[in-house]
């Protein structure tokens, strides 16, 4: 069983920074790929970002390429989402997520499918 929390999400204005971090307990997630996921209210749970679990593969949403950037410090047991340029469509409860075997995620990372333990989330909000 693996134990996820993730931290620093807040309010803060359009064109604003923010970096989310996604802390592991209870096992190491070094060896597993973690995908990043929002949801706003009223709408579908969705893919941002995920890493494979070396952190050489990378993979975003549209919607937030060129201006989001996952990462992790495998020595620390954490994963980032560095978030810039931030709008106000960007507001919602993020999400980190790992699936329940090390290595390669068997299926795909946009998928929330894929990812068997998940955090308690973090809200963001972006005001205009």
């Known amino acids: 069983q693996v134990q996820l929390v993730e931290s620093g999400g807040g309010l803060v204005q359009a064109g604003g920074s923010l970096r989310l971090s996604c802390a592991a307990s209870?096992?190491?997630?070094?060896?597993?790929?973690v995908g990043w996921f929002r949801q706003a209210p009223g709408k579908e749970r969705e893919f941002v970002s995920a890493?494979?679990?070396?952190?050489?593969?990378?993979y975003s949403a549209n919607s937030v390429k060129g201006r989001f950037t996952i990462s992790r410090d495998n020595a620390k047991n954490l994963v980032y989402l560095q978030m810039n340029s931030l709008k106000p469509e960007d507001t919602a409860v993020y999400y980190c997520?790992?699936?329940?075997?090390?290595?390669?995620?068997?299926?795909?990372?946009?998928?929330?499918?894929?990812?068997?333990?998940w955090g308690q989330g973090t809200q963001v909000t972006v005001s205009s």
């Open positions: 997520a790992v699936p329940l075997r090390a290595g390669s995620l068997s299926g795909s990372y946009y998928s929330p499918y894929n990812y068997d333990y």
């Open positions: 890493i494979t679990w070396s952190g050489g593969s990378t």
């Open positions: 209870g096992r190491s997630f070094s060896n597993y790929a």
